[in-house]
């Protein structure tokens, strides 16, 4: 399979805790993308990097979440102290960069399902 | 997109009908539309795209139509399938090429009658 790749799949964790989620873009793709979606609503943006440059951050990304894509390849989400409010699916997308003519056609992973108790 | 949070809209359809999904989006700058589909427990699976100088484009049974003057997007799948049943996302995005991000708009349940 050489879709974008998520780790773990499920999280289950206690309020206060750290977690941290791994993602595998499509090999080659340098944009990389993570959004989060709670139930019964569409994705919402929360980063994205071209290569290792972390290049947008939504609002929704308070400080206790950061993200890294240390090599350009794959990246990680961190996400300090969590709170009940965090339970939702984390979902990493990763597009090419086709130049001007070229959509930046965004594939996503199957996610990561976190539940904060 | 707004969300309808936990009720969504459904469309019930026959098996073999065609399928219309409907969606509205809020950007009249926006250069970019995708067609997504999610299975339960799965993430969102890209369907078709289309750019904003196009109003028509056609897949394998998808066919994809946009109306920039009234900002109306819709989704025609041909002689639905039971594997068909998900929940459609329309999305926007403000570049066609350029790294942004998307804009979800609010998701149809699509529900197959056998």
């Known amino acids: 399979d050489t879709g974008v790749s998520q780790d773990p799949r499920h999280k289950i964790t206690k309020r206060g805790q750290n977690v941290t989620f791994r993602c595998d873009p499509i090999s080659e793709h340098n944009r990389l993308y993570w959004y989060r979606q709670t139930l019964g609503q569409g994705p919402e943006f929360l980063t994205y990097?071209?290569?290792?440059?972390?290049?947008?951050k939504s609002r929704l990304l308070s400080d206790r979440f950061s993200a890294e894509r240390p090599k350009g390849s794959f990246s990680t989400l961190e996400i300090q102290r969590t709170e009940q409010g965090d339970s939702a699916m984390y979902l990493c997308a990763s597009s090419l960069n086709q130049g001007p003519l070229g959509p930046d056609t965004q594939y996503f992973g199957p996610g990561t399902r976190l539940t904060v108790l | 997109g707004e969300s309808v949070g936990l009720h969504l809209p459904t469309l019930s359809v026959q098996e073999g009908d065609n399928s219309i999904i409907n969606c509205a989006y809020s950007n009249s700058a926006s250069d970019y539309f995708i067609w997504y589909k999610q299975e339960s427990g799965k993430g969102p699976q890209f369907i078709i795209d289309i750019r904003s100088n196009m109003d028509k484009r056609q897949g394998q049974r998808v066919t994809v139509l946009l109306n920039k003057t009234v900002k109306h997007l819709s989704l025609q799948i041909a002689a639905t399938q039971p594997g068909d049943s998900a929940v459609y996302f329309c999305a926007e995005k403000p570049g066609y090429s350029s790294a942004s991000k998307i804009i979800f708009g609010s998701g149809t349940r699509l529900s197959i009658r056998p």
């Open positions: 990097f071209q290569n290792e440059a972390q290049l947008e």
